[in-house]
């Protein structure tokens, strides 16, 4: 790719976002896993309705020189086919069984639209390769009930990774074979999990009409961490079966990759803001880290703390820091990758309301939802909170989002969540407004 084109990829992502936010994804998708960037999904009612939006932003991920591996469904397109012969299909625990007659039509509706996909690449100037067959060795597990439906035992990748080496998308169809030679009809999540857990990928992605994961209000829940949110998210009765099976299987999946290895839900036209971005636009699923917790600073590593909040503020640390501030709690990831510092402060109606002193995020974990994990469960623990941040904080978007209020104070803006008395108000704004730095800048928390 030229330069001149470089550039202009650079631009309209930093439209998005900052550029060097974007560089630094770029760094991270193209030097750490090599061949291994990304394996995607896609569903077939994408295919057939944001063919357009979908080819775009593959054609994007080439632009920057990323070469993803796709795995496509096709299951809006079966289902027409099997009505138009009138091939009658039935169900078993919402899995489509698989007969001769319905196997010999799934694979010609599953190799027409890899070659449909495969052919609108090549128009916009992608490469790509069609696999149908070779890549998924099977058994049939459950023949009684579900039929031709293969249960993969081992995935072939070489032939994958040396298509994606030349540059070339390799589009997949998810059709297996046993070792008798029986072609079987294979789910397309499982396909895509299967392909995963052998190349182990830095991303896997989902792309989907609803453009991620949904909570009760059917908002995209932007952030899910296995160790943190996992339990909650899988017993609540607005994850609905599909998502839930997915959800099950994504953590499987995650549990048996690398720890930098995410889940992203996104919608075909937001996947470059997906990837580029720390906010991002769909759903990002992660391992996540657990939280330390402690009252005393002798609970936690406090040179590992201190290098994160210097490294987090590209500032120097009061040297008495430790000494000198009247921790209330310190939240920090296993991994010293997130931390969340809480001081005592003046006694509001018989108890005292915490000072939020530091939140910081170490840059390699910025967009892997590490650090929202963490502010969910602090602030979720913590029904009063108020903090500072200077004017020219990057992280104001985020305060301002996710704070009951905030108010000016010169240099200041002073946020708050769960204060509604005014006097409440006033003392926090007061407390935040004239507390002392401690840091030799002045744009830390």
């Not at 589009?171 to 030679?181: N, R």
């Not at 029986?182 to 009409?209: G, R």
């Not at 720890?259 to 720390?278: G, H, N, Q, R, W």
């Not at 941040?389 to 009951?404: E, I, L, Q």
Request: contains cysteine; hydrophobic residues 35%; charged residues 25%.
């Amino acid at each position: 790719m030229t330069s001149s084109v470089k550039e202009t990829v650079y631009k309209l992502l930093t439209v998005m976002d900052g550029e060097s936010q974007v560089r630094k994804y770029l760094k991270r998708f193209s030097s750490e896993q090599g061949l291994k960037f990304a394996v995607i999904k896609v569903g077939g009612k994408i295919l057939k309705e944001e063919m357009s939006n979908l080819i775009t932003s593959l054609a994007f991920l080439k632009q920057v020189g990323l070469t993803p591996i796709i795995v496509h469904g096709a299951g809006p397109q079966l289902t027409s086919r099997l009505n138009t012969k009138d091939i009658k299909t039935e169900f078993f625990d919402g899995q489509r069984i698989t007969s001769p007659e319905v196997l010999k039509t799934a694979r010609e509706v599953f190799i027409d639209e890899n070659h449909n996909l495969t052919s609108k690449l090549k128009e916009a100037g992608v490469d790509a390769t069609s696999f149908y067959s070779g890549v998924f060795e099977c058994e049939l597990q459950h023949k009684d009930t579900l039929g031709l439906v293969g249960s993969i035992t081992s995935v072939e990748v070489e032939q994958l990774l040396k298509t994606v080496q030349k540059g070339c998308v390799p589009v997949v169809s998810p059709l297996g074979e046993t070792a008798e030679g029986q072609i079987v009809n294979v789910n397309a999540d499982s396909a895509t999990f299967s392909l995963a857990k052998e190349i182990q990928p830095y991303k896997i992605i989902f792309l989907t009409e609803t453009g991620g994961v949904l909570d009760e209000k059917e908002n995209i829940i932007p952030n899910i961490s296995i160790v943190n949110n996992y339990k909650y998210l899988i017993k609540q009765p607005w994850v609905h079966s599909g998502m839930k099976l997915k959800l099950e299987k994504i953590k499987a999946i995650l549990e048996s990759m690398p720890t930098a290895t995410s889940v992203s839900i996104t919608k075909p036209e937001l996947l470059a803001k997906e990837l580029f971005t720390d906010k991002g636009s769909g759903t990002l699923v992660n391992m996540g880290e657990r939280a330390l917790i402690s009252e005393t600073w002798q609970g936690i590593d406090q040179k590992r703390l201190k290098n994160l909040i210097e490294s987090s503020f590209d500032k120097k640390l009061d040297s008495n820091y430790f000494s000198s501030i009247d921790l209330h709690k310190v939240y920090v990831t296993e991994c010293y990758r997130a931390a969340i510092v809480l001081t005592n402060t003046f006694n509001y109606s018989e108890s005292s309301i915490p000072y939020l002193d530091k939140f910081v995020v170490s840059d390699d974990a910025k967009g892997e939802g590490v650090g929202r994990s963490l502010w969910e469960k602090v602030v979720w623990k913590h029904q009063k909170l108020f903090w500072r941040a200077n004017h020219t904080n990057p992280v104001n978007k985020f305060y301002a989002g996710v704070s009951d209020g905030f108010m000016k104070c010169g240099e200041w803006k002073v946020y708050w969540n769960g204060l509604t008395d005014y006097e409440e108000i006033q003392n926090c704004v007061q407390y935040a407004k004239t507390k002392g730095k401690t840091v030799t800048e002045e744009n830390a928390v």
